[in-house]
């Protein structure tokens, strides 16, 4: 029998983000059924929007549609039901990301795009439009483009107003503004960042940027008003600086979260640092951001996967496929039935009927899930029916 997926979300739903019809919010696991006929393999929730791709290459978008990031012209304010993105409908996309209001996405073939805000340069160059004055015109990109046209691209990531790419060798680039405005100097063309090579995977927050190399070292750069860059300090770095308090562990995912960040060991233990306010970090009662990577007690012996950072939450995955969530609990984020605010984890229960026409040896299963997403108010995961194995 083929896997039988589904895709589901919670959370809040003011901007049509859960992708149900409608604008309200959930606080239990609902599942998006415009993707029923789809098999999705990733989904990434932004802060008021989503987007999916499917195994055949298909990207699908929904939510707020303000600045064009949605990846076509907006008709409605927000859209309730997921669309494919035409624009992008004759290439095969296998990533994608969400910044504050642009999103970024890269082919099969290392080809990169991006739409949606532009006014800090973080969707790329645009060299015709150009003003009075004869200044580059910074306007939202309504239709996907290509961006890092020069580069070969494995991964993408989003911050708040900028945007960084791993190349297929494992260099990191990276344009657009990624301070908070004002600061500095803001960049539309891609500017690789020194002294980084090997790099296996990068994760990008609001204004902070994490990117794991392939010997298991973790380096950070930029804001660090919370410790989120895991310093010990909270000064902010232009150049990439070394994470403390992980050497001797064998780390093999990294997340970020607007102003947190996590990363992952390969026997399945969680690491949190950064801003702790409403229990985003897992750490129980203890709501105080953190300087340097500490272990989360709370998650040990669950052998934990993946872990999603979002604006104000967090998500664990485990291997057998359950969730736990914890941070900020408003809006239903939580996915459990309480709008209680917590740093202590708990399982966010998949209670969706089993797939249609299972025969009776297939009817002895459940839900797990295989891939989550938190956003800034609302989360989105791809889950699978699973035999039981007992």
Known sequence: MAPQT????????????LGIGNNEEREWVCAITAL???????????SRNSLAICDDGKLFTWGWNQRG???????????????????????????????????????????????????????????????DAGRPLKRDIIIPQRCASKLSVRQVAAGGTHSVVLTREGHVWTWGQPWPPGDIK???????????????VIAVGAFHNLA????????????????????GDTQPRSQPILVQGLSGLTLVDIAAGGWHSTALTDDGEVYGWGRGEHGRLGFGDDKSSKMVPQRVQLLVGEDIIQVSCGGTHSVALTRDGRMFSFG???????GYGKKLTTGHPSEVPINLPPPKNLSSSEADGRWCAKLVACGGRH????????????
């Not at 589904?6 to 983000?17: C, F, K, L, N, Y």
């Not at 029923?36 to 932004?46: K, L, N, P």
């Not at 989360?379 to 007992?390: F, G, I, N, P, Y």
Request: hydrophobic fraction near 35%; charged fraction near 25%; include cysteine.
């Open 6 to 17: 589904a895709v589901i979300s919670w959370g809040s739903g003011e901007d049509g983000q």
């Open 36 to 46: 029923h006929s789809e098999t999705v393999r990733s989904v990434v929730a932004g």
């Open 69 to 131: 990031t949605l990846g076509h012209p907006p008709e409605t304010k927000a859209e309730t039901i997921p669309s494919q993105v035409k624009a992008l409908a004759n290439v095969k996309i296998v990533q994608a990301a969400i910044g504050g209001w642009h999103c970024l996405a890269v082919d099969d073939q290392g080809r990169a795009y991006a739409w949606g805000g532009n006014e800090y340069g973080q969707c790329g160059e645009e060299s015709e439009r150009k003003d």
């Open 186 to 200: 803001q960049i539309s063309t891609p500017v690789r960042v020194q002294g980084l090579e090997r790099v296996r």
């Open 212 to 231: 794991l190399l392939e010997d298991g070292i973790l380096w950070a750069w930029g804001n660090n008003e919370y410790g989120q860059l895991g310093t």
């Open 328 to 334: 900020r609990g408003d809006h239903g984020r939580l």
């Open 379 to 390: 989360t989105l995961a791809v889950v699978e029916w699973r035999l039981d194995e007992s």
